[in-house]
């Protein structure tokens, strides 16, 4: 049996952010410069589905490095409720592997026209959402087949790290942003095991994901991958707003998976797993820490050293392959999840 449109480019995810490095890493250093002239007093970043999630990741990103307050955009407020933004003073970047989206496009075009700094990150440097930006980051990304977004949504989160790193200069930064895809190639060399690893979960309907920090997003993401794919009731929290009040949703078996990467939230994190498995949750655990994966019934090991500002890029991986095993131990065609298609156009 051939592999899955989604399982190939989930592995192509390595070849596809060292493309991405090598051409657009000039483009973004001199696009950080004209941020710096702006001066920017704040960042709004449009989005929906997974790059709505690499938004989350820049609400982290940019706001540890800038200071600046970092929003996600409402786009109905534009297209719906037709408000006129007052965006001449914000960063304006809207996120679309498409870029057909017409609500994106849209807060975008509306931080063009009050004369605000904008930039697309898109897979079509011809869209709409491209020509509605004063700049654009080109992901470089060959098609991607599947429904279900890998490779773009990587490809979009090491776009926003580039541009953070490159706003906030760091002599270790490119080094870190070189290694990222050695470091994927280390989890998908390890992907058949982390796709049977799902097998034993194949009865499950609902689940919870957290993590907290830079990882809030990738939380999100893997929940959507759940969903979209697996057809989980899989909702992402933040480990602090888990304690309040859902956690009373774990019993005896309940799957939580839970994030870990190295930095300040990881004690809390680690602290929390030992909770939820003396509560009885079957907990799968994405880390590179050995006293959070000796908590995990599942344990899925991501590489060591990982900086945590770039560690969702790496953390996202186990939970892509995860999602895809469980639709497979579901008897589910990952390429094909039913009533989605690939573009969604939301105005």
Known sequence: MSASHLQREILEQPDVLRRL??????????????????EP????????????????????????LTGL???????SLVTIYQRQLRLEQALVIGISQSGQSPDIAAVVAEGTRSGALTIAV????????ASSASHCIDLHVEAERSVGATKTYTASLLALAMLGAALQPDPDSPGHLEKLPGLISGVVSSAQEIIGSAE???ATDACVVISRGYNYATAF??????????????????????????????????????VVAEGPMAPELV??????RSRGARLIVISALAQALALARTPLAIPAGVPE???????????????LGLTLAKGLDPDHPRGLRKVTRTT
């Open 41 to 64: 007093r704040s960042i709004v970043i449009a989005a929906r589905g997974s790059s709505d999630n690499v938004a989350r990741y820049g609400q982290y990103l940019f706001g540890c």
């Open 21 to 38: 490095l090598e051409a657009e890493l000039d483009h973004v250093s001199s696009l950080a410069g004209l941020i710096r002239q702006a």
């Open 309 to 323: 500002w770039l560690s969702p890029l790496v953390c996202v991986v186990p939970g892509q392959l995860f999602a």
């Open 271 to 276: 602290r929390m797993l030992s909770d939820l």
């Open 122 to 129: 898109t897979n079509d440097p011809q869209s709409p959402l």
């Open 200 to 202: 034993q979960y194949a």
């Open 221 to 258: 993401e893997i929940a959507l991958k759940l969903k979209e794919l697996a057809y989980v009731l899989a909702e992402p929290y933040s480990s602090a707003d888990f304690q309040h009040g859902p956690v009373a949703l774990i019993e005896q078996g309940f799957p939580v998976i839970v």
């Open 69 to 75: 307050p970092v929003a996600l955009a409402t786009p």
